[in-house]
T-cell receptor
């Protein structure tokens, strides 16, 4: 149980375009989902926290107008990188938790390359 | 602001050796600490979660200890195997709920177990 999927696993896009990444909880309802970014040889950095049906809370330094997060249902959150630039190339990982449970369950990640 | 440090950054050992990975954190007011494994280009697999009231957790060949007052945790791997080769991440969760459900990660220790 507690499986989280991400789609796509890899995506290449051109500079200036937008790309959407999906995060799904497959066998549980996720009241909260988290989006992390990981640059090579760096730790995972939390970008934003989203609760179903409400606006996401962004970490300091993360542009909310550039990284659009939608958590429209208890099993799906999406991250849209708008007007992507090469410096946005990174590994994006989502996680999900159930209300009342401390543990977060992580997705397999999405490798974004902006050319 | 919590900071998590992992030492060493990389470790190479022969198969069969017992080894210890270290994790330190600056703010001892944590809710729990978690060890993860990350294979190259993949998401995170949770290994062990230690609540702040606990001193250690064991799972198979893995044993994690927590000394909250000194801000330290260790992950002990017994009889290492080539399949243990991966990056091991330590993460703390802040105390209480709300935004403190977020995890703060270290940069990880890259472990290579040589046959």
């Amino acid at each position: 149980g507690a499986v989280v999927s991400q789609h796509p696993s890899r995506v290449i896009c051109k500079s200036g375009t937008s790309v959407k990444i999906e995060c799904r909880s497959l066998d549980f309802q996720a009241t909260t989902m988290f989006w992390y970014r990981q640059f090579p040889k760096q730790s995972l950095m939390l970008m934003a926290t989203s609760n179903e049906g409400s606006k996401a809370t962004y970490e300091q330094g993360v542009e909310k107008d550039k990284f659009l997060i939608n958590h429209a249902s208890l099993t799906l959150s999406t991250l849209t990188v708008t007007s992507a630039h090469p410096e946005d190339s990174s590994f994006y990982i989502c996680s999900a938790r159930v209300a009342g449970v401390s543990e977060q369950y992580f997705g397999p990640g999405t490798r974004l390359t902006v050319t | 602001k919590q900071e998590v440090t992992q030492i060493p950054a990389a470790l190479s050992v022969p198969e069969g050796e017992n080894l210890v990975l270290n994790c330190s954190f600056t703010d001892s007011a944590i809710y729990n600490l978690q060890w993860f494994r990350q294979d190259p280009g993949k998401g995170l697999t949770s290994l062990l979660l230690i609540q702040s009231s606990q001193r250690e957790q064991t799972s198979g060949r893995l044993n994690a200890s927590l000394d909250k007052s000194s801000g330290r945790s260790t992950l002990y791997i017994a009889a290492s195997q080539p399949g243990d080769s991966a990056t091991y991440l330590c993460a703390t969760r802040g105390h209480s709920g709300g935004s403190n459900y977020k995890l703060t990660f270290g940069k990880g220790t890259l472990l290579t177990v040589n046959p």
